[in-house]
C-alpha cells in the first residue's frame, strides 16, 4: 500500500501518510529464523470440553488425510521454505564460480553445510552460510541468518527449470541494481525476511520484532505452509475426530472443529436455456477466498492477531489497489499483485467462482486441463475455438487462458497468468496503449490490425460501445484536469467490482474539486470495506474543515484498516481539530500508533510514528522516531526530509540542514531529499546552494512541475532568463492556473508585458 508523501506548497516537510511496501509473496517464496514452536496434539476423552485451539503441525493430519497429505506434499506450498540439506537445496554449491558485474561469487560447501562467498557492505566479500531455501519451482532462492535475528535472501538465484527450458545454472535476480542504498541490495529492508515474506512462506508466523532493541526473534509452527496455514489451529478438530471415532459426544464443537468455513461458495451450477454461461443456483458465504488472499495478494501486514478470514480482509491487511505502478490502464496485470487483485476484477468473482473451482487446494494444480476446465461453466457447444476464438482447434497457443489469462515474466524466468480474466480490447490498446492478447502472440502485427479483425469477428459486439474505467484511470493517471467527471462515474457504478470504485476513489485524491467531496460523501457509507477506503484515500488532499464531516463516522467502522486510516487523516490537521473531535478521535488514532508500532522494523513505520507524536507535540518523542527510521533503514528518504522540518520547526536551522546533507549523502540519486535541501538554502538565504540542489532536483524528477516553479523563483535573482524558462516549464508540466499566473507576472515585472495579454498568449502554448 502507498503510503504517499503530501508536500505542502513552498515548505519542506512531507508528511508521510501511506506506507510504500514491496510484499514478495508466491514466487519469490523466503523463509523463516531458526526458534519453532510445536504444538503437542492432545487427546481428548471428552469432546465436550475443548481445550484452547493449538497448532499441531501437518504430520498430525496424515492418519486421517492420507490423500490430501499426499498431495500436499507434492505442492509449492510444501516447498515455500525449508531448513537448507541435501534434500532441499536445488542449486549447484560444489565449489562453483559465478561472475556478476567481473566479480567472483562462489558458491561452497563446508561439510553438511552450504555456503557462499559474495559482497557484503562497502563491496566486501564475506563467506555467509545459506540457512533456509526458499520456494522450489521455476527458482529457488537461499537465505542467511544474522546474530540480530535478521534473515535475508542473497541476491543469486537458482534456475530450477531443466536444461532444455534454459535452467540449471545461478543468475542474479536483480542485474540492474548498481547501488547498495537500493531497497533491494540484499542487505536491505526489501529483501528481509522477517517482515517482506516471512508471514506467507510458513505457518502460524510471529514477527517478534523488539523495537528497544532493533531484533527479531521470529517464530512459526510450521516452517513451511501446511494445512493449518489455511484451515487454522487443528486442535479441536483432532478432538473432534477422537470423540467422533470413540463414540463420544460431539455437540460441543461445532464446524468439526475449525474456525472457518472453506467451502465454494456456489455449489451448484445450472444451464439455462439461451444462456453460454451455467448460472450459479445458490451463493453462501464462505472463508475461502479471504483465505487464499492472505498470502496471494500485494498487500502490508498491519496485524498479527485480528481475523481477517471470519472477519474482514482489511483487519489484517491493508491492499495495494488497481494504481499505476502494478496494473496497466485497464486492469491488467504489469508489476506483481498475487492474484488477488486481479481476480476482484473478474466476472468470475462476481458470479462466486472460488479459488477451488480451478484449482486442487492442496496440490495446487488446476483440477482438469482447458478446455475442460472451463467447460465446467461454459457451455462447450457455444466456445468451440472456431466459434468463439475464431481460431483452428489443435493449435498450441490456442487456449482458454491464452486469450484471457495474458501471461507476465517476472523474476527473469516465472511466467504468471493474469487472472482477471480479461476480455482482448484491441480498441483499448490503440486508444489507451494497453496490452492485447491478440499481439501478444503476433508479434508482428499492431493494435490496429487486431482491433479490425476483432470487429470483424465481433460485428454486434456490444462490448467495444460500453464505457471502461481504463478511460478514467488514464485521464487521472495523465492529469487531465477533466477526469473527476470519468472518476464520479466509475466511483458510482455499482456494477463495477468494489477494487476498481476503490481505486477510482484514490485517484480522485489529485483533484480536490467538488465531485470529489460528493464521491467521498457516498462512499463513506458504501457496504464494502474496499469503497469506505478508497474514500479516505481521496480525501488526502482535502482542508481539514472538509475532512471532519466527511471521514469522521468511519472513526468506528468495523474493521480496523478502516479506523486507522481515517484517523491518521486527521494527523496532518490535529491541531485544527477541537479538543471534543481530537478526543473523538483518540481510540482509532491509539490504534493506528500500534499499527506503527509492529511496523517500527520499517524506516516508514517509525517516520509514521515521528508524525503522530509531532502532531501530538511531543517533539522529543518525534525526533526520536525519525532518528530511528534512519537506524533501521538509512535508504529511507522520508525520514530525512521530516526530522530536518521537525529540527526546523523548532528554530535550528544548521540541524536542519544537517540532516537533509546527511541524507543527500547516503542517497544523491533522490529528489525529494534534493528538493528539500535546496529549500533549506533558501531559507538561510544561500541561493547560489539552493539553486544547485533545486536543480538536482528538476534534474533526478523532470516531471515534477513543483520542482520547476519553485527553481524559477529562486533564481529571480541572479538569472531572469533561465527563471522565466523554469516557470514556463512548470506551467507546461502542470497546466495549474496558479503557475500560469506566476509566469505572468514574473513577465510583468521583468518586461513590462501586460499580465492578461501573457496569460492569453502562454496559455494557449500549453
Not at 498491519?302 to 478470514?309: G, L, M, Q, R, S
Not at 520547526?649 to 525529494?672: I, M, Q, T, Y
Not at 499566473?741 to 515585472?749: A, N, V, W
Request: hydrophobic fraction near 35%; include cysteine.
Amino acid at each position: 500500500m502507498n503510503w504517499l508523501n503530501k508536500a505542502n506548497r513552498g515548505v519542506s516537510i512531507r508528511v508521510v501518510l501511506r506506507i510504500s511496501l514491496l510484499v514478495s509473496l508466491w514466487a519469490s517464496l523466503i523463509l523463516a529464523p531458526t526458534s519453532a514452536v510445536r504444538a503437542e496434539l492432545t487427546v481428548v476423552e471428552r469432546s465436550n470440553i475443548p481445550n484452547p485451539m493449538t497448532y499441531l503441525g501437518s504430520e498430525a493430519c496424515k492418519t486421517c488425510h492420507e490423500n490430501e497429505y499426499s498431495e500436499w506434499k507434492t505442492s509449492q506450498h510444501f516447498q515455500a521454505m525449508s531448513h537448507a540439506s541435501e534434500e532441499t537445496v536445488l542449486a549447484d554449491f560444489n565449489d562453483v564460480e559465478f561472475i556478476f558485474d567481473g566479480k567472483v561469487n562462489r558458491f561452497f560447501k563446508k561439510g553438511e553445510e552450504f555456503w557462499v562467498n559474495i559482497m557484503g557492505r562497502n563491496g566486501v566479500f564475506h563467506d555467509y552460510q545459506i540457512k533456509y531455501t526458499f520456494g522450489v519451482y521455476p527458482l529457488q532462492q537461499y537465505m542467511v541468518e544474522f546474530e540480530d535475528g535478521r534473515v535475508q535472501l542473497i541476491p543469486y538465484t537458482w534456475d530450477s527449470r531443466t536444461h532444455e527450458e534454459g535452467g540449471q545454472r545461478w543468475y542474479h535476480l536483480y542485474p540492474n541494481l548498481t547501488s547498495e542504498t537500493d531497497e533491494f541490495f540484499w542487505l536491505n529492508q526489501g529483501q528481509n525476511w522477517n517482515y517482506m515474506c516471512a508471514d506467507c512462506h510458513s505457518t502460524n508466523l510471529r514477527k517478534n520484532y523488539d523495537k528497544d532493541t532493533n531484533r527479531y526473534n521470529t517464530t512459526w509452527s510450521e516452517i513451511s505452509v501446511g494445512c493449518e496455514a489455511c484451515h487454522g489451529e487443528g486442535s479441536l478438530h483432532s478432538q473432534w475426530a477422537s470423540a467422533l471415532e470413540a463414540g463420544l459426544e460431539t455437540s460441543g464443537i461445532t464446524n468439526k472443529g475449525f474456525d472457518r468455513d472453506l467451502s465454494k461458495v456456489v455449489s451448484q451450477w445450472d444451464y439455462q436455456q439461451g444462456k453460454s454461461t451455467f448460472v450459479p443456483v445458490d451463493h453462501q458465504e464462505t472463508d475461502l477466498v479471504r483465505t487464499c488472499a492472505q498470502c496471494h495478494s500485494r498487500r502490508t501486514l498491519i496485524a498479527e492477531n485480528d481475523d481477517h478470514v471470519r472477519g474482514d480482509f482489511l483487519d489484517r491487511h491493508l491492499l495495494t489497489l488497481v494504481n499505476s505502478e502494478l496494473y496497466h490502464k485497464d486492469g491488467q496485470i504489469y508489476d506483481e499483485n498475487y492474484v488477488y487483485g486481479s481476480f476482484m476484477q473478474s466476472k468470475m468473482h462476481q458470479a462466486g467462482v472460488t479459488c477451488t473451482n480451478c484449482h486442487n487446494p492442496h496440490s495446487g494444480k488446476t483440477i482438469a486441463p482447458e478446455p475442460a476446465l472451463c467447460y465446467q461453466c461454459h457451455s462447450p457447444a457455444d466456445y468451440t475455438p472456431e466459434k468463439h476464438s475464431k481460431h483452428s482447434s489443435g493449435l498450441g497457443e490456442n487456449s482458454c487462458s491464452s486469450c484471457h489469462m495474458v501471461e507476465e515474466l517476472y523474476m527473469q524466468v516465472d511466467r504468471r497468468k493474469d487472472h482477471g480474466w480479461h476480455i482482448p480490447r484491441p480498441d483499448l490498446s490503440v486508444q489507451l496503449g494497453t496490452p492485447n492478447a491478440c499481439t501478444n502472440c503476433h508479434e508482428d502485427k499492431d493494435n490496429k490490425w487486431a482491433l479490425e479483425a476483432v470487429t470483424e469477428w465481433f460485428p454486434d459486439s456490444k462490448i467495444r460501445s460500453q464505457p471502461h474505467f481504463a478511460h478514467a484511470f488514464y485521464a487521472a493517471d495523465n492529469g487531465d484536469k477533466n477526469s473527476a467527471d470519468l472518476l464520479y462515474d466509475v466511483v458510482n457504478d455499482v456494477l463495477q467490482p468494489a477494487i476498481i470504485r476503490a481505486s477510482a476513489l484514490e485517484r480522485m485524491q489529485a483533484i480536490p474539486q467538488q465531485k470529489t467531496i460528493e464521491a467521498i460523501q457516498q462512499s463513506v457509507k458504501d457496504e464494502d470495506a474496499m469503497v469506505r477506503l478508497g474514500a479516505i484515500h481521496a480525501s488526502q488532499s482535502l482542508p481539514g474543515n472538509y475532512k471532519w464531516p466527511l471521514l469522521n463516522p468511519l472513526l468506528a467502522d468495523p474493521v480496523l484498516s478502516i479506523r486507522i486510516e481515517a484517523a491518521a487523516a486527521f494527523i496532518i490537521v490535529w491541531q485544527e481539530l477541537t479538543p471534543e473531535q481530537q478526543k473523538l478521535v483518540m481510540p482509532s488514532l491509539k490504534e493506528y500508533e500500534q499499527t506503527q508500532l509492529f511496523l517500527s522494523d520499517r524506516g516508514a513505520g517509525r517516520t509514521n510514528l515521528g508524525n503522530l507524536y509531532r502532531a501530538w507535540q511531543k517533539y522529543d518523542e518525534a525526533l526520536a522516531e525519525y532518528k530511528g527510521s534512519i537506524d533501521v533503514e538509512p535508504f529511507y528518504s522520508p525520514a530525512y526530509v521530516n526530522l530536518a522540518d521537525l529540527y526546523r520547526k523548532l528554530n535550528n536551522n544548521s540541524a536542519s540542514l544537517n540532516a537533509l546533507l546527511a541524507g543527500r549523502e547516503v542517497l544523491p540519486k533522490e529528489a525529494a531529499l534534493a528538493f528539500a535541501t535546496g529549500l533549506a538554502y533558501v531559507r538561510v538565504k544561500d541561493l547560489s546552494q539552493a539553486v544547485r540542489h533545486l536543480e538536482d532536483a528538476t534534474q533526478l524528477d523532470s516531471q515534477n512541475a513543483h520542482y520547476y516553479f519553485v527553481l524559477g523563483l529562486a533564481l529571480e535573482g541572479s538569472d531572469v532568463s533561465r527563471a522565466k524558462a523554469k516557470l514556463k516549464q512548470a506551467y507546461m508540466l502542470s497546466g495549474d492556473e496558479r503557475h500560469l499566473q506566476t509566469l505572468c507576472d514574473f513577465r510583468h515585472r521583468h518586461e513590462g508585458m501586460d499580465i492578461d495579454t501573457c496569460i492569453a498568449k502562454e496559455g494557449a502554448l500549453k
